[in-house]
């Protein structure tokens, strides 16, 4: 079954350092999304692709955070420089297309703690 | 401010047992999904109702949409220690975008 791919799993990294996560979504999927999730909150919506394109990124902090999806597949989140409250979980999923009915497919996600 | 807002925040209760949980949301929507999520794992997709309908099954699941109240429910029939998980209801705009997660519902089926 085809699934969501994230990396790394887990990621410790020192304030004011640069980190990056990698999404593979399901093939063929044209929308991705990048969540982050606090422990104990729901997810929160950073930024929603479209192919390449970004359809939606008002909730990303922009003088910190960046996310590409060069070739419409794969997509790179980056953080620079963490700050302490960046740590939480960074989800990433994928839906067929942008479309309101569509399921998303969550990956694994990647837990992030910024010491 | 967030769409969604799941009520109780947290749930204890037997195997065997039913188990409801609501959401509760602010502004008009397109449909309404609810995904379960396994302790530090990505979530699951269960169901999705559309504005138009009032009911939806899956299974053990069901689920009903009130947009008169701006509110939806989620039961679970027959309660299983698999199902512990926590539960949140997302909604989306006409467009597919804007998507609002609520805070969620923490289920705790004991054996």
Not at chain 1, 66 to 95: H, N, W
Not at chain 2, 21 to 46: A, D, E
């Amino acid at each position: 079954e085809a699934e969501v791919a994230q990396s790394p799993r887990y990621k410790i990294t020192e304030k004011s350092q640069a980190v990056a996560f990698w999404c593979d979504p399901i093939s063929g999927h044209a929308t991705l999304y990048w969540y982050r999730q606090i422990l104990g909150q729901g997810p929160e919506l950073l930024v929603q692709f479209q192919d390449e394109s970004v359809v939606d990124d008002s909730q990303l902090p922009k003088d910190r955070f960046s996310a590409e999806r060069l070739k419409g597949v794969d997509s790179t989140l980056k953080i620079q420089p963490a700050e302490l409250g960046d740590s939480a979980m960074y989800l990433c999923a994928s839906s067929y297309k942008t479309s309101p009915y569509n399921e998303q497919f969550f990956g694994p996600g990647t837990r992030l703690t910024v010491l | 401010s967030q769409q969604g807002e799941e009520d109780p925040q947290a749930l204890s209760i037997q195997e065997g047992e039913n188990a409801t949980m609501n959401c509760s949301y602010k502004t008009s929507i397109n449909n309404l999904q609810w995904y379960r999520q396994n302790s530090g794992r990505g979530l699951v997709h269960l169901i999705l109702i559309r504005s138009n309908e009032r009911e939806k099954h899956s299974g053990r699941l069901r689920v009903t949409l009130d947009t008169s109240k701006k509110s939806s429910s989620l039961l679970i029939t027959a309660s299983r220690a698999a199902d512990t998980a926590s539960y949140f209801c997302a909604t989306g705009d006409n467009y597919g975008q804007n998507f609002v997660f609520g805070p969620g519902t923490r289920l705790s089926v004991l054996p």
